[in-house]
């Protein structure tokens, strides 16, 4: 049996899918071997899984779910004690019955008055014993590596059974017309490459064809999701196409990220409910990676979305937050040319950042009782110390308005790099950096344009490292 991994949770989502029409559900279970236990209707959202119904097993293990209200259409699952579960498609019949022995449901599993239903099982059944030999295939390969024979017979024999395995997902695609066994599997289509062509004078021919399939990849990539079909969401696979979209992409770069969101939000408005999700998806995605550079992406989908007024489904309230938010990323983002600041310094002369004429500026806020720092500003000492060619320089600022510990603290460890000092932040150099908390670091490029933020000082040699060998 499968296992229930993820655990079941009421359904308390943010979105409020759309209504059908009130006509009812009835799924009558019969479990052999099993009897009274409780037993649960759940339905997938994505990557989670949710509960919708609960029914007690008599003693003939015999149980019905039931409502005067209509499912949403999508992939349901039944589960057993021991958090095993068997799946169901609930389309637009719902009034249908479920049989097979608890112990072995794929094998005895049968179905009535639901002809995709069991269309749906033999479809598995069918599916896991190619699975079987493909992966058969595969081990024996691995285990074949020396001996270039056999490589070359498992490779051809391994091409054959991915041919047949694609070939019998378009057949289920074809004999099931639109209904909702045909959608699923057309989404779980991989998609076809073309041959390409690469001019014979090209430097690269490799990176070239790399470069064209990418770009195919990039274009094609959704070409087996229909994003105006609701029932897509109350399945696992919309999920994790967006997933392996985004989160696969190796070009993680904002503008090429901006540009997918453009197109796959365009598609996803011919459906509300399919737009909403793929919407927070992005949104939640993005809020909360750790990639340097997809703030920007952040504020693009706030600025598109949420901020604009598309987003019906949040509060005013989270409007308003988000929107404070969002302003303060709006003047740090990377490629952006950094804010000057000009200010006292720990020589009382006045500093400014932008008069820095370095191939490369460190941007360092800091405080002196910050435990934090206390690690990180020696080991960037370190660091600037170790500099011999001069192309880099520190301005540091710190964020405390004790002067006595600032002073004390730059003459103690011997901070020879320029220390910026602006207690009462007339510079808003808070604002403009975004300076919530200390250390942060930004590096900057010869002409003041924001290269990296955020990094730790352990970081930075490799940073610079490698943007002087790949972007100068």
Not at 76 to 96: A, I, K, S
Not at 276 to 289: D, G, I, K, P, T
């Amino acid at each position: 049996m499968k296992k229930f991994i993820t655990g079941l949770i009421p359904a308390l989502i943010a979105f409020q899918l759309s209504a059908q029409t009130a006509t009812g559900y009835q799924i009558s279970v019969n479990i052999a071997g099993l009897r009274d236990s409780t037993i649960f209707l759940a339905y997938h959202f994505g990557d989670k899984q949710y509960l919708k119904d609960t029914a007690a097993l008599d003693s003939r293990g015999s149980a019905v779910f039931s409502d005067a209200k209509s499912l949403p259409q999508g992939i349901y699952m039944v589960v057993l004690p021991g958090r095993t579960y068997f799946e169901v498609l609930v389309t637009e019949d719902q009034n249908f019955s479920a049989s097979c022995t608890y112990n072995d449901y794929l094998n005895t599993l049968e179905f009535r008055g639901s002809e995709e239903n069991t269309r749906f099982i033999r479809y598995q059944k069918k599916w896991v014993s190619l699975q079987q030999e493909a992966s058969y295939l595969a081990k024996r390969l691995q285990a074949s590596r020396q001996n270039a024979d056999s490589v070359k017979f498992l490779s051809e024999k391994q091409k054959i059974i991915e041919q047949e395995m694609k070939s019998y997902l378009r057949s289920v695609i074809s004999e099931n017309g639109k209904n909702l066994l045909a959608v699923l599997v057309k989404a779980m289509l991989p998609l076809e490459f073309p041959e390409f062509s690469v001019p014979g004078t090209a430097r690269n021919p490799d990176s070239l064809k790399w470069v064209m399939r990418y770009n195919y990849n990039t274009d094609h990539f959704f070409d087996n999701i229909d994003f105006s079909d609701d029932r897509l969401l109350r399945t696992p696979l919309l999920h994790a196409r967006l997933d392996a979209y985004f989160r696969g992409d190796p070009i993680q770069a904002a503008d090429s990220i901006n540009r997918k969101v453009d197109k796959i939000l365009g598609r996803s408005q011919a459906n509300h409910d399919v737009f909403q999700y793929v919407a927070v998806w992005l949104f939640n995605h993005y809020r909360e990676s750790e990639i340097m550079g997809h703030d920007a992406v952040m504020v693009k989908l706030a600025d598109d979305i949420y901020l604009s007024g598309k987003a019906d489904w949040v509060t005013q309230d989270f409007r308003d937050k988000l929107a404070k938010d969002i302003e303060l990323l709006r003047n740090n983002l990377i490629g952006m040319t950094a804010k000057d600041l000009v200010m006292d310094s720990y020589r009382g002369i006045y500093v400014s950042l932008h008069d820095i004429e370095k191939d490369f500026t460190i941007l360092y806020f800091w405080e002196p009782d910050c435990g934090h720092c206390k690690e990180a500003t020696p080991k960037l000492k370190d660091f600037y110390n170790q500099q011999k060619d001069y192309t880099l320089e520190v301005f540091a600022v710190c964020t405390t308005s004790d002067r006595q510990k600032w002073s004390e603290y730059i003459g103690k460890n011997g901070l020879t790099w320029i220390n910026g000092w602006d207690p009462n932040r007339a510079t808003h150099y808070d604002y403009y950096y975004n300076v919530q908390s200390t250390p942060i670091i930004y590096i900057l490029d010869r002409s003041k344009k924001i290269i990296a933020k955020k990094l730790a000082v352990e970081d930075i040699a490799g940073f610079i490292e490698n943007y002087r060998k790949f972007f100068r």
